[in-house]
């Protein structure tokens, strides 16, 4: 339920759902359950403007998720790009944005499907930065290296 709530711009009930699947998710061991849910967190936390706390979950997300699940793999890395533009790291933001439009593509998506309206100033932002395009592209054609190489650099700090 997050994810359409924040399509609808209804953050604080996207984050009050979050809440309570996380709190069922703590009381029952759900395997993969858990990074999606991380997945939705940091949808919410970048909705909400914490874009550091998003970068944290997204980053988590990748690490753990099974690549059969590519809705959240998404998701995870529309909150890296977003998140890194709003924390003033834009040409980072345009790879993970190619990425993420790589995996949109592989879903059947434009790179303009399911974006909730909290997060369409940051993806405008992104997109008007200077050298999104060069950028971008290089996301685009590679994305999974784009997610190894970030993973490979946090898990190095």
């Known amino acids: 339920m997050v994810q359409p709530l924040l399509m609808q711009g209804r953050i604080g009930e996207a984050r009050a759902c979050l809440d ?14 858990g990074v999606m849910f991380s997945a939705d967190a940091a949808l919410v936390e970048l ?5 550091a706390a998003a970068i944290g979950l997204a980053t988590t997300v990748l ?29 980072l933001g345009s790879r993970f944005l190619g990425a993420a439009d790589a995996v949109a593509a592989q879903l059947g998506l434009t790179s303009d499907s399911q974006w909730a309206p909290a997060l369409i100033p940051s993806l405008h932002a992104l997109r008007a930065s200077a050298g999104h395009a060069a950028d971008h592209a290089v996301g685009a054609a590679d994305p999974d290296a784009v997610a190894r190489r970030w ?7």
């Open 151 to 157: 993973i490979a650099s946090v898990e190095k700090a």
């Open 20 to 33: 309570e699947g996380l709190e069922l998710a703590t009381r029952n061991r759900w395997g993969s359950a």
């Open 63 to 91: 690490a753990h998720l099974q690549p059969s699940l590519l809705p959240y793999r998404m998701g995870a890395l529309r909150c890296l790009a977003l998140g890194h533009e709003q924390l003033g790291n834009p040409r």
């Open 47 to 51: 909705a909400e403007g914490k874009p």
